[in-house]
């Protein structure tokens, strides 16, 4: 028998359910029944990504993939503590160059040793194998097992059966691997890489389509994993596709082959991702400073770290991504809202030229593009395009009409709101480049606003560029910047971190949210309220008075995207300062320590949260409670009653287009669940309490509503909710779900607007009940559009 338990695992997991009650923001743990063995608890962790980085480690484990199970479960003694093993253990988190202390090229040559191993960074989806017993399989995806609901085939079910066509091609059986895997305690770590299934970025040919073997870990706590001529050899013995690898014997050939590679983002003649380097940890690195050991990795460990290529793998990306949403768009393509930081090469705004005039020819040969089909097929007719005649002549079009002005200095004022990213955006550029750096958060002056721009001027007398540190939300901020500066001679130029509207404002807000909460005390002013939720509300006051960046506003502009991480927000910041300011790219290793910075920075400034603003937040109780969806109404809508189609269609159109014109669309859509009027029904509080723990919870819900019709009538029009579901995995929410009494269900609605002010929202909640229950009520069926949203205590 193998020894797939032991006490040191064990432990582990019991750290592990610990700090998931104490802190479930921090580490979640999800249930799931095995397949395979019905009768078996898979639980499967998931760490928060954004404290990976953090020194000391918050975790007792750096595993990204980790599932686990109770031993002899439903036969355990009375009494006796629980006892788990590790069933699927994944790769240890690991980070580019430069990203962690530990990561610098210095470092690795300093407590790292030959061989290295570098493997090809694959662009897929990751497949865990491993044994459930001596006979049984358990095949996960990175942090999911099975079925998942509203997808035809899980990452895991197509993982499942292209191990299936392996195994046959060798002659192995399923129960052969598992008592391999079982005797040996491993878990199999492979991409599943299949264009007919899902194209990513990267294309993958019928004869490397399947499941690439790329690593084999121990399940055990440490990180062990086996080295590459054993994975190969296993490769080999059960039908698995091996993964290109190459071994070099020093840090500086890492360093030099990777640079080299790098020029063209291509190796043999493919472009590639990147690279996974494997090596072992021959002792601690330092800070230089005080000796105190920076590295999480005994002497001995198991140690990756990557080496990344941004291009042309990023800009494929992009391409990817703009055509989705171009083939999404309703009506006129010229009327697109593209996100503005998809756009920042030039090779990207000439395929947006090209992408629009093909789907305008035929748009049927997109039919299954977003369905993950065709995109590598649409790429390459491009390439093709690009060195044609036509297409020189467009490139040169182009840039004929770009202004060629001659400045000096530079501001680079973000346009934001609070949890975009600015101030570490900020801090890691003033680390990379030497920008002068100031902060509107540090003036303590009662007048912050004349103070601050007198701290960029003060700047500017010793950098040629200062970043302006303020969310720069409002029109007049931007115009303080320019007037400042308007006598300059030659004349500044004042550069913009765009980070436009490009989502759902409740989808900004529940981003913006989390990353101020996750950052905690990590600012002067604005901390995370955990009971009041105060933070939340600053953020929807900064969101509702944002003023768009108009043309002619600014001299330049690097158009950010808020749902991207620190790590891709920078990568777009440093491509734009290099292309529109003249810098020198920097290499990768000074990108990780500009990202390490940002990541550990902490204001020298902080105020403490007044007592009687808390105490006031606290005093107030929400109205009501509801979910918020992340959807824009007018992009819901608009295209709907475009069509023609019968009375009642024209009906709504113009019911829809006077309340557009009137502007009496809802600005911040909700989905009423219980109000406070409503506490005296016998059913009303108890489902207040819950919506209440829901909201105040560290580790929010988050819910699938699906829309079913808009409906209307002379006074008000709604959108109803048909359905409503929790994220899998998500026992709270199942709960929450499972209770909603039914009363409440069936009247779940969007108010889209009143024509009147004088008419109560409450008349939606009267015209869905009615149109429920089949009474006259003028109806439009739209085809089951699913959103997102939590829930939020509400006050207006």
């Known amino acids: 028998m193998a020894p797939v338990y032991s006490a040191k695992d064990n432990k582990l997991i019991h750290e592990l359910i610990n700090i998931s009650q104490k802190s479930p923001k921090l580490i979640k743990g999800s249930d799931y029944v095995a397949p395979e063995v019905p009768e078996m608890t898979i639980r499967s962790w998931k760490m928060n990504e954004f404290k990976y980085y953090d020194v000391p480690s918050p975790f007792p484990t750096l595993a990204r993939g980790l599932f686990t199970t109770e031993v002899d479960e439903g036969r355990k003694r009375s009494g006796k503590e629980k006892e788990y093993r590790i069933v699927i253990r994944g790769y240890d988190k690991f980070f580019n160059i430069g990203e962690v202390p530990w990561t610098t090229w210095d470092s690795l040559e300093a407590h790292t040793a030959a061989p290295y191993s570098l493997s090809l960074k694959s662009n897929g989806c990751i497949i865990f194998i491993a044994a459930l017993t001596p006979t049984k399989l358990l095949i996960t995806s990175k942090h999911s097992l099975g079925p998942i609901s509203n ?62 073997l790329h690593g084999i870990n121990e399940n055990t706590r440490d990180f062990r994993t086996q080295p590459t001529d054993i994975v190969d050899k296993f490769a080999d013995e059960w039908g698995f596709i091996k993964t290109k690898t190459t071994v070099l014997n020093s840090i500086q050939e890492v360093r030099d082959f990777t640079t080299e590679v790098g020029k063209t983002g291509k190796w043999e003649g493919e472009a590639l991702e990147g690279f996974v380097v494997r090596t072992q940890v021959t002792g601690r690195p330092t800070d230089g400073r005080h000796s105190v050991s920076l590295s999480p990795y005994e002497p001995g460990s198991s140690f990756f770290f990557k080496v990344k290529f941004d291009e042309p793998y990023m800009m494929y990306r992009d391409w990817r991504e703009v055509t989705k949403i171009l083939l999404g768009t309703k009506g006129p393509l010229s009327d697109a809202r593209l996100p503005k930081a998809k756009l920042k090469l030039p090779e990207t705004k000439l395929y947006v030229k090209w992408i629009k005039a093909e789907i305008g020819r035929d748009r049927g040969q997109f039919e299954n593009f977003n369905k993950g089909k065709g995109i590598i097929a649409t790429r390459e007719r491009f390439l093709k395009w690009m060195e044609t005649s036509e297409a020189k002549e467009v490139a040169a079009d182009e840039d004929a009409s770009t202004p060629n002005l001659t400045f000096g200095k530079t ?45 960029v001027q003060a700047l500017l007398k010793k950098h040629d560029v200062v970043i302006a540190d303020k969310n720069n939300h409002l029109r007049q901020h931007r115009m303080a910047l320019r007037d400042a500066v308007r006598s300059y001679n030659p004349p500044v130029r004042l550069l913009a971190l765009n980070w436009a509207f490009e989502q759902p404002l409740a989808t900004i807000h529940r981003i913006c949210s989390d990353r101020v909460y996750d950052r905690g005390g990590k600012h ?169 723990e829901l909201y105040l919870s560290s580790a929010p819900s988050t819910f699938r509503l699906t829309l079913g019709s808009v409906v209307w009538n002379d006074l008000v029009m709604a959108v109803t909710v048909d359905e409503v579901m929790p994220t899998s995995g998500d026992e709270a929410g199942e709960s929450f779900v499972e209770q909603l009494p039914e009363q409440v269900r069936k009247k779940l609605h969007i108010t889209i607007g009143t024509t009147n002010k004088d008419i109560q929202p409450f008349e939606a909640q009267v015209l869905v009940g009615d149109w429920r229950d089949g009474r006259h009520t003028k109806s439009l069926q739209l085809t089951n559009i699913p959103t997102e949203g939590r829930i939020r205590g509400l006050f207006s």
């Open 411 to 455: 501001i680079i004022l973000p346009i934001a709101v609070p949890g975009a990213g600015k101030t570490s955006v900020s801090v890691a550029l003033e680390r990379l480049f030497g920008f002068g750096h100031t902060q509107s958060d540090d003036v303590k002056s009662k007048k912050a606003a004349p103070q601050f721009i007198r701290n």
């Open 524 to 692: 002067q002013t604005l901390h995370a309220d955990v009971r009041g939720k105060s933070h939340e509300d600053v953020i929807w006051q900064f969101l509702e008075q944002r003023e768009e960046l108009e043309e002619h506003e600014v001299d330049a502009v690097i158009e950010m995207d808020i749902t991207e991480d620190i790590e891709q927000a920078l990568d777009r910041a440093v491509d734009g300062c290099v292309r529109i300011l003249g810098l020198e790219k920097p290499e990768q290793e000074k990108v990780g320590l500009a990202l390490a910075a940002a990541r550990g920075y902490e204001p020298t400034r902080k105020e403490d949260r007044k007592e009687k603003e808390k105490e006031k937040k606290k005093s107030k109780p929400p109205r009501y409670y509801g979910f918020v969806p992340e959807i824009d109404l007018l992009e819901l809508l608009n295209p709907v009653f475009t069509a023609g189609g019968n009375a009642d269609v024209a009906d709504g159109k113009q019911f829809f287009t006077n309340l557009k014109k009137s502007g009496r669309i809802a600005k911040q859509p909700h989905v009423t669940i219980v109000h406070s009027k409503s506490l005296d029904s016998e059913w009303a509080q108890p489902l207040w309490d819950r919506c209440s």
């Open 151 to 212: 997808v035809a085939r899980s990452h895991s079910q197509v993982g499942e059966e292209w191990l299936h066509k392996h195994l046959a091609k060798v002659e192995k059986t399923t129960e052969q691997l598992a008592a391999a895997l079982w005797e040996k305690n491993w878990t199999a770590v492979a991409e599943l890489c299949d264009d007919d299934f899902e194209e990513h970025v990267l294309p993958y040919p019928p004869e490397k389509s399947g499941l690439h």
